[in-house]
């Protein structure tokens, strides 16, 4: 039996100048139109006014005519330029009280920080009578809900960490309670060490093999390309294990280049790995210019596998300090597989540990000769059983190879200690 | 005299499923109004429709009651599902036809590539009659400019860095050519080394005393303050003249935290102090791993002045690798004045620079003690003549706290060099 769902269209508006003139990005939009997406909610327009009377009402007077749930950021601040409260009310027609429950919250809010409540700050709980308040326990503006049974409107703040706490504790729960969801399962599997075209040549058959009800989207970015199934029925349980079936099928066809099945990054896995077997980490990077390094240690707790790098960027430097032999640096040049393997292995012994890597390259633009274009990037891995070169030809683009090249790293540790 | 000008308003309007489905940021809308705030004209409202064409001729409509401007992006690539191109003919009524130039011009674009010209791609050449064709030489959609007198109407392609060619090469210059712009002078001053608030105290009796043509805008970012200053009047010259008088007043005001009057960041403007000097650089970083060096070498030509780095992650690495005395490990740890002074002095004589900078501290989330906090950092810098050390109380988030610390110590070794 197919139960034919009523898809639920929703209206993302953002309210405030600060967007129009350009002077900050929107990141509270496209975290929306994902997490929406995630539950089934499709987004079908997004608007951006500032801070206005007239435009704000137009846009919530378009919105409400197209969509069934209208979700608003911004504006929402004590100041006078903030509007959207004041138009909310005018909209639904609505008078103003002081909201007893906000009240205490904000004014709770302020006595853990050890701070007075301003009158300023005690009008935040002046809400709209009609509206439903959304307690936003990380911050002191409410948001607020208003529901005439045809469209809902969700007012919140534009801080994007107050707004994204309202939404996953809040707003979606009240969304799924209020409405008739389609019930929608995401994987998510992340692949590296290949293009999206050769990886869609790849997997064709089993991507047209897919039931109707699954579908698959290609989501690259820095060498790495993100595989997300979306799959959508009426019985959760049964959605996950058909997911899970699928994916099974796909680990089998490409399994060299499959490195997480949790949505995690890749410096993240390789951190996993190294911890689970015991084994340390040291780099010498040349052309990546302590990009590689950077990587490695924005995960928490690194320290238990990465001892430290070398940054020999000068050709004297690789000598002096690093260690690289001048013949093998004078016969074959800095960026060279000769030298190369010498940078992974001398890195490796000089920092006593059990991994040691190499990156030495042309990022450009100047650099470059005949031979070796900008973008020649040679890598290395070495343990104590063997060392691995590789040679990559990345881009044109300086701060693009410097990224393609240590992420090529990254998944060089990654196939070496899984093989 | 005061010449009244009516003031030009935009709408900005992006057409892509993938947007609303938020799996690609929309970056080409913000800087479509940073840019087109520089030349005075306001956007006043933003859209984003999917791939369907009823969204976007509805779009159009309502575009062309409250804009004087509409500039479009996507929807222009050579497959079905763009549809901008036959929206735009069904709403201007237009027929199409092969648009001669045009298609020298994509022919041209496929023959410079060593590649034969599809039919798909000869249909990129297939326009409206009623739209003037406006060249896209980084690319094969070309864009279209209709005009009916009352509305412009432009479209664009999605693809960022084509985009950006266009409006600056053509699309700039027409709208100038046909609408009557306001003449807009601005100035970007940028800083270092202290926190909006304080910024804002310090320059506030210089800020009240601007005369009503010019206003000031605070962009803080990273440890950094974007100082905006926006004239506008009749005269450009004078107008430039004006604006670089208040910036002279201002220089006098906080001489020691304005880096740059260009808009560069602080690790181009550090580089160019290095090059000027004939100095050269050696960096140990042991909190900041990696990040610090990563900074100094995205900027092309910094080999130059950067001779290398050492990341002394692990303690034990600090002693063997980068030659810190045991004793003064032992005795006030790593996260102290005393290591951080060896620190920087030690990889300043190993790698044999002229300067030396350092970093050690807790970026948490691990780590921390009663006396050292999660974000407490040192840093130092180290030449000929003296070693300068300072202690930062940073923030709880290991990535922001990476990221301040290599600002602050940019920010240092500028201050030691202009001193």
Same mark, same amino acid.
């Given at each position: 039996?197919?139960?034919?769902?009523?898809?639920?269209?929703?209206?993302?508006?953002? $309210?405030?100048?600060?967007?129009?003139?350009?002077?900050?990005?929107?990141?509270?939009?496209?975290?929306?139109? /994902?997490?929406?997406?995630?539950?089934?909610?499709?987004?079908?327009?997004?608007?951006?006014?500032?801070?206005? /009377?007239?435009?704000?009402?137009? =846009?919530?007077?378009?919105?409400?005519?197209?969509?069934?749930?209208?979700?608003?950021?911004?504006?929402?601040?004590?100041?006078?330029?903030?509007?959207?409260?004041?138009? +909310?009310?005018?909209?639904?027609?609505? %008078?103003?009280?002081?909201?007893?429950?906000?009240?205490?919250?904000?004014?709770?809010?302020?006595?853990?920080?050890?701070? /007075?409540?301003?009158?300023?700050?005690?009008?935040?709980?002046?809400?709209?009578?009609?509206?439903?308040?959304?307690?936003?326990?990380?911050?002191?503006?409410?948001?607020?809900?208003?529901?005439?049974?045809?469209?809902?409107?969700?007012?919140?703040?534009?801080? %994007?960490?107050?707004?994204?706490?309202?939404?996953?504790?809040?707003?979606?729960?009240?969304?799924?309670?209020?409405?008739?969801?389609?019930? $929608?399962?995401?994987?998510?599997?992340?692949?590296?060490?290949?293009?999206?075209?050769?990886?869609?040549?790849?997997?064709?058959?089993?991507?047209?093999?897919?039931?109707?009800?699954?579908?698959?989207?290609?989501?690259?970015?820095?060498?790495?390309?993100?595989?997300?199934?979306?799959?959508?029925?009426?019985?959760?349980?049964?959605?996950?294990?058909?997911?899970?079936?699928?994916?099974?099928?796909?680990?089998?066809?490409?399994?060299?280049?499959?490195?997480?099945?949790?949505?995690?990054?890749?410096?993240?896995?390789?951190?996993?790995?190294?911890?689970?077997?015991?084994?340390?980490?040291?780099?010498?990077?040349?052309?990546?210019?302590?990009?590689?390094?950077?990587?490695?240690?924005?995960?928490?707790?690194?320290?238990?596998?990465?001892?430290?790098?070398?940054?020999?960027?000068?050709?004297?430097?690789?000598?002096?300090? +690093?260690?690289?032999?001048?013949?093998?640096? &004078?016969?074959?040049?800095?960026?060279? &597989?000769?030298?190369?393997? &010498?940078?992974?292995?001398?890195?490796?012994?000089?920092?006593?540990?059990?991994?040691?890597?190499?990156?030495?390259?042309?990022?450009?633009?100047?650099?470059?000769?005949?031979?070796?274009?900008?973008?020649?990037?040679?890598? =290395?891995?070495?343990?104590?059983?063997?060392?691995?070169?590789?040679?990559?030809?990345?881009?044109?683009?300086?701060?693009?190879?410097?990224?393609? =090249?240590?992420?090529?790293?990254?998944?060089?540790?990654?196939? &070496?200690?899984?093989?």
């Amino acid at each position: 039996m197919t139960i034919l769902m009523k898809i639920v269209k929703a209206e993302i508006l953002t $309210i405030g100048d600060e967007i129009l003139y350009g002077q900050i990005v929107d990141t509270n939009s496209r975290w929306l139109c /994902e997490r929406l997406a995630e539950e089934g909610i499709r987004v079908i327009w997004k608007t951006t006014v500032g801070d206005r /009377e007239a435009d704000i009402l137009q =846009a919530f007077h378009y919105a409400q005519k197209r969509a069934d749930v209208v979700l608003i950021t911004g504006g929402l601040g004590p100041t006078s330029d903030d509007l959207t409260k004041p138009c +909310l009310a005018k909209f639904f027609d609505s %008078p103003m009280a002081i909201h007893e429950e906000a009240l205490q919250e904000v004014t709770e809010f302020f006595k853990s920080r050890g701070r /007075e409540l301003t009158e300023l700050n005690r009008q935040q709980a002046n809400l709209p009578v009609k509206c439903r308040k959304v307690t936003n326990r990380t911050g002191t503006a409410p948001g607020m809900w208003f529901d005439d049974g045809q469209v809902i409107f969700v007012s919140m703040p534009g801080v %994007p960490h107050e707004m994204k706490v309202i939404m996953n504790e809040q707003v979606i729960p009240m969304l799924k309670n209020r409405l008739e969801l389609p019930v $929608i399962h995401h994987s998510i599997i992340r692949t590296a060490g290949i293009g999206e075209s050769f990886l869609a040549d790849k997997i064709k058959d089993w991507e047209n093999a897919l039931p109707s009800n699954m579908s698959l989207a290609y989501l690259p970015n820095l060498g790495q390309v993100k595989l997300r199934i979306t799959a959508n029925g009426s019985d959760r349980e049964a959605l996950k294990t058909e997911a899970e079936e699928w994916i099974k099928k796909l680990s089998l066809i490409i399994p060299e280049y499959i490195y997480s099945y949790e949505n995690e990054s890749l410096e993240i896995v390789v951190g996993r790995i190294l911890r689970e077997k015991k084994l340390t980490l040291s780099v010498a990077e040349s052309c990546t210019g302590g990009y590689l390094s950077h990587l490695i240690t924005t995960v928490p707790g690194s320290s238990d596998y990465f001892l430290g790098s070398m940054i020999p960027y000068a050709y004297e430097i690789k000598k002096s300090q +690093l260690g690289v032999r001048p013949e093998t640096l &004078e016969k074959y040049g800095a960026v060279s &597989e000769q030298t190369i393997v &010498e940078m992974a292995a001398t890195v490796r012994a000089r920092f006593n540990t059990d991994i040691g890597v190499a990156t030495s390259g042309i990022a450009g633009p100047g650099g470059a000769t005949a031979e070796k274009p900008v973008g020649t990037v040679w890598i =290395a891995y070495s343990d104590k059983r063997k060392t691995v070169a590789k040679k990559l030809q990345l881009s044109t683009e300086r701060l693009l190879n410097i990224q393609l =090249a240590s992420v090529a790293v990254l998944n060089l540790i990654r196939r &070496e200690l899984i093989d």
